[in-house]
């Protein structure tokens, strides 16, 4: 009776119907890179890391997945380019959709946060800018390569771009995937057009705000044309500044992008919350700079970054955002929303084993509530 009680008076803990989707609960698991999947291949491991995080209506995005042979940037991260990508992913999403979950598949480019290793025939990254990143051990820990000068996309180029994750989104219906995230934040390719610390261009893709974000919104217009924009979410950061991708009217941009989205009528927008200053730790606190957006964007409104159990709560209850997706609590809790259901402390997240290439450790060994489940 207890936990009856408990459940119906949390607010992260109740259904919300997302589009044609009937959501149990307002738990989301974030994108999170691991690099396991070895050449770009999902592994079977996939498999298990996936459905161990999964409920019966549950929400989950994939790791950042590459659109083509030129979006990598780091070792062993996924790609759905190929048939043979597809054909791994499969086992991967009927896995989540046996348990009653929903998935949708990150796409992603990294643009100039890549080496000249991880290109085809050891070419320069391309992206909106030549520009390169200062050689820096990376943000987010991953310092095993110094970054290559890119090479800047001329404007007949950027249509091929923009196909790549049409197609990639079609590859990820194929697989069998509910919907596609488009990975517009974190200092990656979509982030560098829209940003105007990064973006020097003077084609239609750069100067003003409308045409740094047009690339984004190209590639919004082509994935929802290709699979509906009720299958269509787009994740962004416009306060980041990740990657040397920092702009200079962040609020500006966000509700240009929250108001150019509504013309595409797509399923959510998903936003990183200002106080991550930096990947994996709150520096700075500026709780609510991402109403406005929340405010003017019409679908399903999704907030990250930093977001415990009681101000996730608080975010969903005083209406500031519709869902919460949990990124390293997620990672360290398989069954994170019974954690939360019964207030139970949580397992303590090992950073070391973020993206180390073990198919188990620091993978799907992370113990849950009960033992024996799994
Ligand atoms: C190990 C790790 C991998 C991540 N990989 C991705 C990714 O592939 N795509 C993405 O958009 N964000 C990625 N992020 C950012 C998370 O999705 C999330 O925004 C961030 O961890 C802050 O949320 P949290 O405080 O709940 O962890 C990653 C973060 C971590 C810690």
Known sequence: MENVVTKQSIPLLTPYKMGRFNLSHRVVLAPLTRQRSYGNVPQLHAVLYYAQRTTPGSLLITEATGVSDTAQGYQDTPGIWTKEHVEAWKPIVEAVHAKGGIIFCQIWHVGRVSNKSFQPNGQAPISCTDKPLMPQIRSNGIDEAMFTPP??????????IVNHFRLAARNAMEAGFDGVEIHGANGYLIDQFMKDTVND??????????????????????????????RVGIRLSPFADYMESGDTNPQALALHMAESLNKYGILYCHVVEARMKTMGEITECHPHTLTPMRKAFSGTFIAAGGFKREDGNEAVDKGRTDLVAYGRLFLANPDLPKRFEVDAELNKYDRSTFYTSDPVVGYTDYPFLDSTAS
């Open 151 to 160: 090479r800047r996309l001329s404007t007949e180029e950027i249509p091929t």
């Open 201 to 230: 261009r003077t084609d239609e893709y750069g100067g003003s705000l409308q045409n740094r974000c047009k690339f984004a919104l190209d590639i919004v217009e082509a994935v929802a044309n290709e699979i509906g924009p009720d």
